[in-house]
């Protein structure tokens, strides 16, 4: 009698301890946050660039195996390195003030890579990766569109000049997610002006001191010449129209479009600010 008693008793503790682990919730796939894979070492010191403050309290390591800092008077860098040689896989996972988490999987390296890294560009080129593959319109539509707002009046007028070449923002537009900028580019020189290659970035207005400048490359979906070259020839002039993934910036923040001359020196930078994006004119679909 005893023995079935004990019997019936380890029966129920069983049958609610599977009960237990049965009821309990799993976390979905997607809600999971894929970390960063890092590698820091003893001897160097890995910098790391986030594009929002670092939170009061916001830096968690997993083990005492590895130091995190930040820098005095710039709260949106750390500085990472090793505390012991070889220490064992583990973790870090830094907040900053908007509220954005970035995890980090931490192993050893005698010989980490010694380039800073630019947290902002990593999730805005991620990000403009997602909206690529998710818009609807294909790169022939996009070419076609570009060709369209090519010929549009001007309703914009920031401009930039240099040693006689003029660049000029006309308009902005927008269809589906994908952003249109009309640009005309003059050469009012007698010397052929060949654009070597284009950067586009967003930036902050008021720059830090003792830090490299916060910049968010923005990369350019399509780049169509009015002309179909690269070369504005002397005393002509062409329009340039640049497609671009949806996107806005703070008031805080400029849009930077630059030209940068073949075997020269008249570079063109032309800020923009926030309020002529958000003048974005829709293209009829």
């Known amino acids: 009698m005893k023995k079935l008693i004990i019997l019936s008793l380890m029966l129920i503790f069983a049958l609610s301890n599977a009960y237990g682990q049965s009821s309990l919730k799993t976390f979905l796939p997607d809600s999971k946050i894929t970390p960063y894979a890092l590698q820091v070492g003893y001897d160097k010191t890995t910098i790391l660039i ?5 939170s009061q309290g916001g830096i968690d390591r997993g083990s005492s195996g590895i130091i995190a800092k930040t820098v005095p008077g710039v709260d949106n860098i750390l500085k990472v390195k090793a505390n012991k040689k070889g220490f064992t896989e583990t973790n870090l996972t830094v907040i900053t003030e908007d509220g954005k988490v970035y995890p980090f999987t931490i192993n050893y390296s005698d010989n980490p890579p010694d380039a800073p890294i630019d947290i902002g560009k990593q999730g805005q080129h991620e990000k403009q990766l997602a909206s690529f593959s998710g818009r609807e319109l294909n790169t022939e539509q996009i070419n076609d569109l570009c ?14 000049k240099s040693f006689k070449i003029k660049l000029q923002l006309e308009g902005i537009y927008i269809i589906e997610d994908v952003m249109f900028y009309q640009f005309s580019l003059q050469n009012k020189s007698a010397i052929d002006y060949d654009i070597d290659f284009s950067r586009f970035y967003v930036r902050d207005k008021k720059r830090i001191k003792r830090t490299a400048e916060q910049e968010q490359e923005i990369k350019p979906l399509q780049i169509y010449f009015g002309k179909d070259t690269k070369l504005t020839a002397g005393k002509t002039s062409q329009s340039l129209v640049i497609a671009f993934s949806k996107f806005t910036i703070a008031d805080h923040k400029n849009f930077v479009a630059q030209l940068f001359e073949k075997q020269g020196d008249r570079n063109l930078t032309l800020t923009i600010n926030g309020d002529d994006i958000v003048r974005a004119r829709p293209l009829p679909q």
């Open 147 to 160: 060709k369209e707002v090519a010929n549009k009046e001007k309703f914009l007028h920031q401009k930039t």
């Open 50 to 54: 986030f594009p929002a403050a670092i």
